[in-house]
């Protein structure tokens, strides 16, 4: 399941001056990236591997190969703050008993965050800074369909919708496939610069080649307190300014979209009680404006009843009723029959944990694969018995903008 390629973790952080730009640090081998508003974590090499068994266990079995390496590794930690110290880059799939999920603990950690910088390194301190080439942009860009053409998605879209409506669920998410070739090997610090500057509010991130900018927190967990940020209820973004208001008033004001909200919402609820002392969910929900689209949003919060790390909460709430659907099972099967792909780790929680159980995870969106010059990007919608397959496929286009903008310029 595992390799380790230090062992036991030889591991010292030290606090550094601010480094400026994360990404501008990163060399141009397999970077890893946690970064919203300029701050967060960025890695590189490698001091040990996990490629997570399929299976309903996985997240355990997550949790039990960090808290081993971690608990015995020799830890010299000035800083002591949440992602100091060895910390685990991670990206599950969306489908438990799908390959490919994978734990990471770079040799390398340089992270920004309150005004706090700091270095963390494992085994020998020379890493290689001359390995930090430039960015090479990836040139021109080819696209082609996926797995389903869009007519056949529209087609995957409608049936749902008739399905939704004979009373076997309350909603699926669909999603769909785009692939894309570039003229040039593509550089994932190209795409983390461009998304983080364009997309500050989301959470830029990069494991094992998928690449994002996910606007969806599923869990923030430092110490006994966590945080969670739901959304469900999209709508595309409009060029004039009356228009772009008018459609976030129309979002906030839909039935098809409020209902689809509360689902998200109260599987979120469902997922955190048993685990938390206390558990604060809003009434009502707020407008998440992106550069993009507009999202109905909810922000979680609460305070775990026990020691629970964050890949125990992981475990406890993915899949969300945001990615998947409600009720769940149904929602997963329907998946399974109408998407006609293997989503990867897309839709899959993607984040970072630390020796001490703390993390970020988010569900990996707004994504694509990436592996040489090829790329392979997703984008899902939330369906309702009233949705409009040719109104969903434009809110999918809305979402794909996110990383083809990333590719192309």
């Given at each position: 399941m595992s390799v380790a390629l230090i062992r036991p973790l030889v591991v010292r952080t030290v606090s550094v001056s601010d480094p400026g730009d994360l990404v501008s640090c990163l060399p141009d081998a397999a970077p890893y990236a946690w970064i919203r508003h300029g701050e967060g974590l960025v890695g590189w090499g490698e001091a040990a591997r996990a490629t997570i068994p399929p299976g309903p266990d996985r997240f355990r079995r997550a949790r039990d190969w960090v808290s081993?390496?971690?608990?015995?590794?020799?830890?010299?930690?000035?800083?002591?703050?949440?992602?100091?110290?060895?910390?685990a880059f991670g990206s599950f799939t969306f489908e438990a008993d799908a390959p490919g999920s994978t734990l990471v603990v770079p040799r390398v950690v340089?992270?920004?965050?309150?005004?706090?910088?700091?270095?963390?390194?494992?085994?020998?301190?020379?890493?290689s800074p001359e390995l930090r080439t430039p960015p090479t942009p990836p040139g021109r860009i080819r696209y082609g369909d996926g797995s389903l053409t869009a007519p056949e998605w529209q087609h995957a879209v409608a049936r749902a919708v008739q399905q939704?409506?004979?009373?076997?669920?309350?909603?699926?998410?669909?999603?769909?496939?785009?692939?894309a070739v570039a003229e040039n090997d593509i550089d994932v610090r190209v795409l983390l610069?461009?998304?983080?500057?364009?997309?500050?509010?989301?959470?830029?991130?990069?494991?094992?080649?998928?690449?994002?900018?996910?606007?969806?927190?599923?869990?923030?967990?430092?110490?006994?307190?966590?945080?969670?940020l739901v959304l469900a209820g999209t709508t595309p973004r409009a060029d004039e300014p009356a228009e772009d208001l008018a459609r976030g008033a129309a979002l906030y004001a839909s039935p098809k979209d409020r209902y689809e909200h509360v689902c998200a919402v109260s599987s979120v609820r469902e997922a955190l009680a048993p685990l938390c002392s206390t558990l604060d969910v809003p009434d009502e929900?707020?407008?998440?404006?992106?550069?993009?689209?507009?999202?109905?949003?909810?922000?979680?919060?609460?305070?775990?009843?026990?020691g629970a790390s964050v890949?125990?909460?992981?475990?406890?709430?993915?899949?969300?009723?945001?990615?998947?659907?409600?009720?769940?099972?149904?929602?997963?099967?329907?998946?399974?029959?109408?998407?006609?792909?293997?989503r990867g780790g897309y839709a899959g929680p993607v984040g970072w944990i630390d020796?001490?159980?703390?993390?970020?995870?988010?569900?990996?969106?707004?994504?694509?694969?990436?592996?040489g010059n090829r790329a392979r990007l997703f984008a899902g919608c939330g369906i309702m018995g009233d949705s409009d397959p040719?109104?969903?496929?434009?809110?999918?286009?809305?979402?794909?903008?996110?990383?083809?903008?990333?590719?192309?310029?």
């Open positions: 081993s390496l971690f608990r015995d590794a020799r830890i010299d930690d000035d800083v002591e703050t949440p992602g100091s110290g060895p910390v340089l992270a920004r965050r309150g005004g706090r910088a700091w270095l963390t390194t494992i085994g020998a301190d020379d890493h939704i409506n004979d009373g076997r669920l309350d909603k699926v998410v669909l999603a769909r496939d785009l692939t610069s461009r998304l983080s500057a364009r997309y500050p509010e989301c959470y830029t991130f990069s494991v094992d080649g998928l690449t994002g900018a996910t606007p969806e927190l599923l869990v923030r967990h430092r110490g006994n307190a966590i945080e969670s929900p707020e407008l998440l404006v992106l550069p993009n689209v507009q999202h109905l949003a909810s922000r979680v919060s609460g305070r775990l009843s026990d890949l125990d909460v992981v475990a406890a709430m993915h899949p969300t009723a945001a990615v998947g659907g409600t009720p769940t099972g149904t929602a997963l099967d329907v998946i399974r029959e109408l998407e006609g792909m293997d020796a001490r159980g703390d993390g970020e995870w988010g569900i990996a969106l707004r994504c694509a694969q990436i592996s040719v109104a969903e496929l434009a809110e999918a286009h809305a979402k794909f903008r996110v990383m083809r903008s990333a590719l192309e310029s």
